[in-house]
């Protein structure tokens, strides 16, 4: 069974600080690893992807992989109200022909 | 990546009866994954569907629940027969032309069953 965890908070930070965000997966063989962001009602919107071991920043944001140890994380710098969503971790199950498999998403509230 | 059109956004129904689901791409795509979100939850495969053959379901989904066509590279239906309340959920359409780069969802259908 593979399966994707994440912490579903919630997870309150101050405006302006750093928010960390944490994933687990199960499977070895996952390719590519992806954070989205979903806001209440709304679809979930890709914020980053990641498939090589180390980080890859976009911006404020910051996605870190590490396959050896199974996990990959985002950071958010400077922290903004409106980042205030839940962030679902998604990785690619190679063997499924390109599907992504979800975490249940960690909701992250940042307070002015 | 490519931008897809979905809908209805929302529907009330009545149990018992079905309701068809319609996502439209902008471009060609090999590949459409349909996923459904209960309240509170993450989003869940109900199947994939590639044109010019038969979808594949997973696990606890079946085609006589969940009927999906794919008549061209750029459209696709997903159906929810026989609905009960127990389906009421947001239903979610995407696209993995990004591949690496990310996968696009449709904007939802939120679907509730009376």
């Known amino acids: 069974q593979k399966e994707v965890e994440q912490n579903s908070g919630p997870l309150s930070v101050p405006e302006g600080a750093i928010a960390s965000l944490n994933c687990t997966y199960s499977?070895?063989?996952?390719?590519?690893f992806f954070w989205y962001r979903q806001y209440s009602g709304k679809s979930p919107e890709l914020i980053m992807s990641i498939y090589s071991n180390g980080d890859k920043e976009d911006g404020r944001f910051t996605a870190q992989l590490n396959k050896a140890s199974q996990y990959v994380s985002l950071l958010i710098r400077d922290s903004q109200p409106s980042d205030s969503a839940t962030y679902l971790c998604?990785?690619?199950?190679?063997?499924?022909?390109?599907?992504?498999?979800f975490g249940k998403g960690t909701k992250l509230s940042v307070k002015p | 990546s490519a931008v897809i059109s979905q809908k209805p956004s929302r529907d009330i129904c009545q149990r018992g009866t079905s309701l068809t689901i319609q996502c439209q791409v902008d471009s060609q795509v090999t590949m459409m994954f349909w996923y459904r979100q209960q309240p509170g939850q993450s989003l869940t495969l109900i199947a994939t569907?590639?044109?010019?053959?038969?979808?594949?379901?997973e696990s606890g989904f079946v085609i006589d629940k969940f009927p999906i066509s794919r008549p061209n590279l750029t459209f696709s239906t997903l159906t929810v027969s026989n609905m009960s309340p127990e389906d009421s959920s947001i239903y979610l359409c995407s696209e993995s032309t990004g591949g690496i780069d990310g996968y696009t969802f449709g904007s939802g259908t939120r679907l509730t069953v009376v």
């Open positions: 499977d070895r063989v996952s390719q590519s």
């Open positions: 998604a990785v690619n199950w190679r063997g499924s022909q390109g599907n992504l498999i």
């Open positions: 569907a590639n044109q010019g053959s038969e979808a594949t379901y």
